[in-house]
C-alpha cells in the first residue's frame, strides 16, 4: 500500500515538473475558441527570458487570419507578445504550433482550434429582431472585415406575410464613418421557411473612412399592414373591414472590422482606390497635323470608390502640349468607372508615342499593392497646316486650336456697372412703408363703411337663429338626462325667441292665441303655424303637469322644432 | 403719372454705386493682350477694374476666359460663375459656365436639380428684387385703391399682380437662397479633401479645380465643404477655395 502511495507520488510531482517547465519556457493562449466572422481574437505569447534566440522568435503563417501585432511587454522573467487575429471565413481553423529553440532545443506548444461562426448563437435573435415573426427585418453587410475604401454592400431586409396598405418607409443611419454611394431598392415575393414573404430590400454601396472597429447603427423600417377579422367568412367583407395597422421595426446594428491600408509596399502614385480595378487609354485619331488637337481618354473601372480616384498622372513627350481634362463619372451595377477625356496638342513632326498611363491599387484579396499600365500610343503627326472647319477671328485662332467648346472673349462690352446684391439694401423696405399704410388705411377705410352699412335686422336675424340653435341643443341635453321640465322649457324658448329677431315682436311673453294671429300676419303656410301651435301647446302642457312624455315623443317634439326653425328661416 | 415716375428714378439714384468705370482705352488694352496671347496682363487689367468696384457679368467673362488661357480652371469657373449670376440669361455665359464645369468634374444632374437650376436662369437676383418690389407696390395701391372705390377693374389688376407676386417671390425665394443664404465657393486648383481637419490626415476623395462647393462651416485655417452636385463632403485648406 505504502508502494502504491509512493508511485503516485512521483508521478504526480513528475506531472507537476512538466507543466512547471511548459509554463517556464513557451506558453499560448487565446481569448476564445468560438468568435463571430469579422470579430476580433486576443493571441498572446509568452516565452521565457532565459531562452536563447529570443529575438529570432516569429509566429507562423496564419492564412486563415488576418494578424496585427497589438503590444509586447516584459512581465517578471518573461518576454510576452499580444496579436490581434481577425478570421476571414467561416470554419474550423488552427492556429499551428508555435515553435521557439533553446539551445537546439526545439520547444513547440499545442495547435489551437478555432470555430467561426456567422452569428453566436446567442445573439442571433438580437440581430434578426424578430420581435413578430409574420414581420420582421434585419440588416447585414456583405463582407464583415475590409479595408480602408473598400467598397462594401450595406443590406436592409425587411420581410413580412401580412398585406401591406401602403409601400414601407425605411431610415437608414448615418453611415458618419462612411462615405456612402446610392441606395437601390429591390421587392418581391420569397419563401422563408417554406412560406410566402414580401421582401423588400434596400442597398447601399458603403465606404470606410477609418480603420478600427466600425458600428452602423439600426436602420428602421415604418409600415401600414392589414389585420382582417377572422369571424368574417366573406373575402369581400374581409378585405372591406380590415384595420390598418402601423409598425415600426429596428433592425440590428452592424460592427464592420475595418483594417488600414498597409504602408509596406504603398507605391508612389497610389490615390486611394481600393478595390479591383482596369484602366485602358485610346485617342481619337492616330494620324494628325501639327496643331490638330488629339482627344486621349484615360477610363478607370472597377468595384471602388470612385469618386477617391483622381487623374493618373500622364507623361507626355515635350513637343505635345495636354490642356484641360473633362472628367465623367459613371456608375452602373457593381462597377463604376472614371473617363478623363484631355486635348493634346503635338507640336512636331514625326511618330510619337504617348507613353502608357499608371494607375496603382489596393487589391483587398490578394492585400497587396497592384500597379496596372495602359499600352503605349503611337501616334503619326506630319507636317501640314490645321484647317479648322469655322471660320474665326485671329483672336480665337488660340481658343480653336486647343478646342472649340469655350466661347471667344467678347470685345464690345458696354460699360455699364451692375448693382451689388440689391437684396441686402434695406432702402426698398423704407420705401415700402408708406405703401403699406395706405394699404393698412384703405383696409381700415373698408371695415369702417362696411360697419356703418350693415343691415340690423338681418344681424338681429342671425343672432337669433343661433341663440335658438344654442337653446335647441340645451333641449337636446336635457332630452338625454330625460328632463322634460328642462327640454320643454328650452323648446319653447327657442323657438319663441327665433321668432322674435325674426319679426321683432315681443314672442316671449305672449300667449300661444297671439302668436298664432302674428304669423297669420307673414307668408308662412298654414300646416307650420299648427306645428308650432302644437310644440307651443305641448310645452305648455308637459313643462309643469306632473304628466310623463316618453323620450320617443320628446324625440319627435325636438326634430319637429328643428325642423320648424329651418323652416321658418327660409321664410321670414 | 410724372410725378410717381420721378420718384422712382430718384428712388434707383438713391441706390449707391460706388465704382470708378473703366474707360474704352482700359478696355480695349485688356482685349489687346489677351489678343497677344499675353493673358497674364489681360487677367490684371480685369483683376484691377474689378478691384476698382466695376461690377459687370461681361467683364467677368472675359477674365474667366483670360484665365483658362491661362490654364487656371478653377478662377476660370469662379468667374463664370460670378457673371452668370448677374446675367444668367446669355448664352455664351451658360455655355462656358456648362463646359468648365465639365472639365472640373462636376457630374450630371437630376432632373430635378436640372429644373431647378433651369429656373434660376430665367432673372437674376436683382432684376427679381426689382419685380417683387414694383409688384409689392402696385400690389398696395390697387387694392388700396380697390377697397376705396369698389372698382371691379382694380380688384382685376390686384389679382393679376398677386399671381405674378407669388410667381416672382418664390423665384426670389430660390435664387436669395441659393446665392445669399448657401455659401457657395470654387475649388481654386486640384485638392485632396480629407475627413478631418488635419494637416497630416489621409485625403478622402480629390476635387478638380473648379469644381463648385458648399460652405457649411470654418475651423481655423479649414473649411468644411460639400460637392455642390452628389453631396460629399469633407476638409479643405481655406486658400485652396474661393466664395462666390
Known amino acids: ?5 509512493k508511485n503516485i507520488l512521483v508521478i504526480m510531482l513528475l506531472f507537476i515538473s512538466t507543466v512547471l517547465f511548459a509554463d517556464d519556457i513557451l506558453n499560448v493562449f487565446l481569448n476564445k475558441r468560438e468568435v463571430e466572422l469579422g470579430k476580433l481574437l486576443t493571441l498572446t505569447v509568452e516565452i521565457s527570458n532565459d531562452i536563447e534566440n529570443l529575438d529570432k522568435f516569429e509566429l507562423p503563417k496564419m492564412p486563415d487570419f488576418i494578424v496585427l501585432p497589438k503590444k509586447n511587454y516584459k512581465k517578471g522573467n518573461k518576454n510576452i507578445y499580444t496579436y490581434d487575429i481577425t478570421p476571414k471565413n467561416i470554419g474550423f481553423f488552427s492556429i499551428p504550433s508555435i515553435v521557439v529553440y533553446d539551445k537546439d532545443k526545439e520547444i513547440t506548444s499545442e495547435p489551437i482550434n478555432v470555430k467561426v461562426v456567422k452569428y453566436l448563437q446567442s445573439k442571433k435573435s438580437s440581430y434578426t429582431n424578430k420581435s413578430n415573426e409574420n414581420i420582421f427585418v434585419e440588416a447585414y453587410i456583405d463582407i464583415n472585415s475590409i479595408y480602408v475604401n473598400q467598397q462594401i454592400y450595406y443590406t436592409l431586409k425587411f420581410s413580412t406575410k401580412f398585406d401591406l396598405a401602403s409601400n414601407p418607409t425605411y431610415f437608414l443611419p448615418m453611415f458618419k464613418d462612411f462615405w456612402k454611394s446610392e441606395s437601390n431598392t429591390k421587392s418581391g415575393y420569397k419563401l422563408i421557411d417554406g412560406e410566402n414573404y414580401f421582401v423588400f430590400e434596400v442597398i447601399t454601396k458603403l465606404y470606410p473612412m477609418r480603420d478600427g472597429n466600425v458600428i452602423i447603427d439600426p436602420s428602421n423600417v415604418k409600415v401600414e399592414y392589414l389585420k382582417y377579422d377572422d369571424v368574417d367568412n366573406n373575402e369581400f367583407n374581409k378585405i372591406l373591414n380590415a384595420k390598418k395597422i402601423k409598425y415600426s421595426l429596428n433592425s440590428n446594428p452592424v460592427t464592420v472590422r475595418v483594417f488600414p491600408l498597409p504602408e509596406i509596399g504603398k507605391p508612389e502614385n497610389f490615390t486611394g482606390a481600393v478595390g479591383k480595378y482596369s484602366i485602358v487609354a485610346s485617342v481619337d485619331k492616330k494620324s494628325v497635323v501639327i496643331n490638330e488637337p488629339i482627344s486621349l481618354t484615360v477610363q478607370i473601372e472597377g468595384n471602388g470608390n470612385i469618386n477617391a480616384i483622381s487623374e493618373p498622372e500622364i507623361k ?29 496638342i503635338p507640336l512636331i513632326e514625326g511618330e510619337k508615342t504617348i507613353p502608357g498611363v499608371y494607375f496603382s491599387y489596393f487589391d483587398p484579396d490578394s492585400k497587396e499593392y497592384v500597379n496596372i499600365k495602359t499600352d503605349d500610343i503611337k501616334v503619326n503627326i506630319s507636317s501640314g497646316v490645321y484647317v479648322k472647319d469655322i471660320e474665326v477671328k485671329q483672336s480665337d485662332v488660340d481658343t480653336q486650336n486647343i478646342d472649340k467648346s469655350i466661347q471667344p472673349i467678347k470685345s464690345d462690352i458696354k460699360l455699364k456697372q451692375y448693382h451689388h446684391m440689391l437684396i441686402k439694401n434695406k432702402m426698398f423696405v423704407f420705401i415700402l412703408i408708406p405703401f403699406f399704410m395706405f394699404l393698412i388705411y384703405s383696409l381700415v ?22 341663440k335658438s340653435l344654442k337653446y335647441l341643443h340645451e333641449a337636446y341635453k336635457s332630452m338625454q338626462e330625460e328632463n322634460q321640465e328642462k327640454f320643454y322649457f328650452n323648446i319653447n324658448l327657442s323657438i319663441r325667441i327665433f321668432l322674435q329677431s325674426c319679426t321683432n315682436s315681443d314672442y316671449i311673453n305672449m300667449i300661444k292665441e297671439e302668436i298664432k294671429s302674428n304669423l297669420n300676419k307673414f307668408q308662412i303656410s298654414e300646416s307650420l303655424v299648427i306645428d308650432i301651435e302644437k310644440i307651443l301647446i305641448d310645452c305648455e302642457l308637459f313643462q309643469f303637469s306632473y304628466i310623463k312624455t316618453t323620450k320617443l315623443q320628446m324625440e319627435d317634439t325636438y326634430r319637429n322644432t328643428k325642423y320648424i326653425i329651418e323652416e321658418l328661416d327660409k321664410v321670414l | 403719372m410724372n410725378k410717381v415716375l420721378i420718384i422712382f428714378l430718384l428712388f434707383f439714384s438713391l441706390i449707391p454705386i460706388y465704382a470708378n468705370v473703366p474707360t474704352q482705352e482700359q478696355l480695349s488694352q485688356s482685349l489687346e493682350s489677351y489678343q497677344n496671347g499675353v493673358y497674364e496682363n489681360s487677367i490684371k487689367e480685369y483683376e484691377l477694374m474689378i478691384l476698382n468696384g466695376f461690377n459687370n457679368p461681361y467683364i467677368y467673362y472675359n477674365l474667366s476666359n483670360s484665365y483658362y488661357r491661362n490654364n487656371d480652371i478653377g478662377r476660370a469657373s469662379l468667374n463664370i460663375e460670378r ?6 440669361r446669355d448664352k455664351d455665359i451658360q455655355y462656358n459656365r456648362n463646359f468648365i464645369a465639365q472639365l472640373s468634374g462636376e457630374p450630371e444632374q437630376n432632373i430635378a436639380e436640372h429644373i431647378v437650376s433651369k429656373l434660376q436662369l430665367i432673372l437674376s437676383l436683382n432684376e427679381l428684387v426689382i419685380i417683387v418690389f414694383l409688384l409689392t407696390i402696385i400690389l ?3 387694392i388700396g ?15 393679376i399682380c398677386l399671381v405674378l407676386f407669388f410667381l416672382n417671390a418664390g423665384l426670389l425665394c430660390l435664387k436669395a437662397y441659393n446665392e445669399v443664404i448657401l455659401e457657395e465657393a470654387i475649388v481654386l486648383s ?21 469644381r463648385k462647393v458648399i460652405v457649411l462651416s470654418e475651423l481655423g485655417r479649414w473649411v468644411n465643404i460639400k460637392l455642390s452636385v452628389d453631396g460629399f463632403s ?11
Open chain 1, 1 to 5: 500500500m505504502f508502494e502504491f502511495k
Open chain 1, 316 to 344: 507626355l513627350p515635350t513637343d505635345m502640349k495636354k490642356y484641360a481634362t473633362s472628367v465623367y463619372t459613371k456608375s452602373k451595377g457593381f462597377t463604376n468607372s472614371k473617363r478623363f477625356k484631355s486635348v493634346i
Open chain 1, 445 to 466: 377705410y373698408r371695415i369702417m363703411v362696411l360697419y356703418m352699412q350693415r343691415d340690423i335686422v338681418k344681424l338681429q336675424k342671425k343672432a337669433g337663429y343661433k
Open chain 2, 83 to 88: 457673371a452668370l449670376r448677374l446675367a444668367p
Open chain 2, 140 to 142: 398696395c395701391i390697387s
Open chain 2, 145 to 159: 385703391i380697390y377697397f376705396l372705390k369698389q372698382q371691379r377693374f382694380f380688384l382685376n389688376i390686384s389679382i
Open chain 2, 190 to 210: 486640384d485638392t485632396q479633401v480629407k475627413n478631418k481637419p488635419i494637416k497630416n490626415e489621409d485625403g478622402a476623395f480629390s476635387v478638380l479645380a473648379g
Open chain 2, 234 to 244: 469633407g476638409w479643405i485648406d481655406k486658400n485652396s477655395i474661393e466664395k462666390i
